[in-house]
């Protein structure tokens, strides 16, 4: 069975920085891609960034590009998601997923096959 656990959310300002970390159990995730998505009430949950574990490939919504950073650490099987440059609208909640595949590009959470339970993330203005 495979666990993702979040941490690292908070309240920041605007403009302010925040890490977040997502530790993985349970597997090998050598040909797993890991993602962090994001959801707001009332809204769909929404793609924010996924990296290839065995290629390293990254991929970035465009809201994001030029702010968040998606990187892994295999040896800890735990991947962060450095978020710069933080805005208002970035507040949500923000999901870790695991798909057992290599999943290309900004791919729909239904490809996704495990969940954390989510952090949140204010941003303040």
């Known amino acids: 069975q495979v666990q993702l656990v979040e941490s690292g959310g908070g309240l920041v300002q605007a403009g302010g920085s925040l890490r977040l970390s997502c530790a993985a159990s349970?597997?090998?995730?050598?040909?797993?891609?890991m993602a962090w998505f994001r959801q707001v009430p009332g809204k769909e949950r929404e793609f924010v960034a996924a990296r290839v574990w065995l290629f390293g490939s990254t991929y970035y919504a465009d809201s994001v590009k030029g702010r968040f950073t998606i990187s892994g650490d295999n040896a800890k099987n735990t991947v962060y998601l450095q978020m710069n440059s933080l805005k208002p609208e970035d507040t949500a909640v923000y999901y870790c997923?695991?798909?057992?595949?290599?999943?290309?590009?900004?791919?729909?959470?239904?490809?996704?096959?495990?969940w954390g339970q989510g952090t949140q993330v204010t941003v303040s203005s």
């Open positions: 997923a695991a798909a057992s595949k290599s999943v290309v590009g900004t791919a729909p959470p239904t490809l996704y096959d495990y």
């Open positions: 349970g597997r090998t995730f050598s040909s797993y891609t």
